[in-house]
């Protein structure tokens, strides 16, 4: 099955320190990895995918992600962080499965920021 | 990129009832899906549902408690049968573009059932 793993529940970060978020992956074949933000009370938000291509990713509000064959992550990051970067992150990897265009979605990392 | 538009936002019912979550896409999608996140949990797929056929449904989740209407393109319903607390979560419709290389989500329910 396609599943992603978010090892870290939080992760607490200085406001202009860069920031990691992890995410390793277990797919056959070819992945396709997503990374998502929820804000609360709001929906998901799409930040970036890796399809194919380029392994360093770049997205929306400065995030990039680097994809690595070899270590089986998609760590999601920024140079530097911002106070409103604060939310709940989510990896995500296509479901290959029926349809093949549902997601299976890591547990999520919730990111705090501190000014 | 599709827009959807999820109503109700939130809502707070009573264990037993049911409710019927709308779901509208502002174009013309094939495939939507459901998914439902428990307090503090990840997401997890419910059922795709496709225009002129069955939903089809997740391990886990049956129709007669979650039934999933799909009457045309741009439109889903997903009704909570029958609700327990256990049932509080956030629902949200999604769907995809082109090749299913970005999903879409609408802004979810927040259902509390007391």
């Known amino acids: 099955a396609q599943s992603v793993a978010q090892p870290e529940d939080q992760v607490n970060v200085a406001e202009g320190n860069p920031l990691t978020v992890k995410c390793t992956y277990s797919?056959?074949?070819?992945?396709?990895l997503f990374w998502y933000v929820q804000y609360p009370n709001r929906g998901l938000q799409f930040l970036l995918k890796y399809i194919t291509g380029d392994n360093l990713v770049k997205g929306s509000y400065g995030f990039e992600a680097e994809f690595n064959k070899s270590q089986t992550s998609f760590h999601l990051k920024k140079p530097s962080a911002l106070v409103s970067d604060s939310a709940l992150y989510f990896c995500?990897?296509?479901?290959?499965?029926?349809?093949?265009?549902?997601?299976?979605f890591g547990k999520g990392t919730s990111l705090l920021v501190t000014p | 990129s599709a827009v959807i538009s999820q109503k109700p936002s939130r809502d707070i019912c009573q264990r037993g009832t049911s409710l019927t979550i709308q779901c509208q896409v502002d174009?013309?999608?094939?495939?939507m899906f459901w998914y439902r996140q428990q307090p503090g949990q990840s997401l997890t797929l419910i059922a795709t549902?496709?225009?002129?056929?069955?939903?089809?449904?997740e391990s886990g989740f049956v129709i007669d408690k979650f039934p999933i209407s799909r009457p045309n393109l741009t439109f889903s319903t997903l009704t909570v049968s029958n609700m327990s607390p256990e049932d509080s979560s956030i629902y949200l419709c999604?769907?995809?573009?082109?090749?299913?290389?970005?999903?879409?989500f609408g802004q979810g329910t927040r259902l509390t059932v007391v």
């Open positions: 999604s769907t995809v573009e082109g090749l299913g290389t970005e999903a879409f």
């Open positions: 174009s013309q999608v094939t495939m």
């Open positions: 549902a496709n225009q002129g056929s069955e939903a089809t449904y």
């Open positions: 995500a990897v296509r479901d290959i499965r029926n349809s093949g265009y549902a997601l299976n």
């Open positions: 797919v056959s074949g070819n992945p396709y």
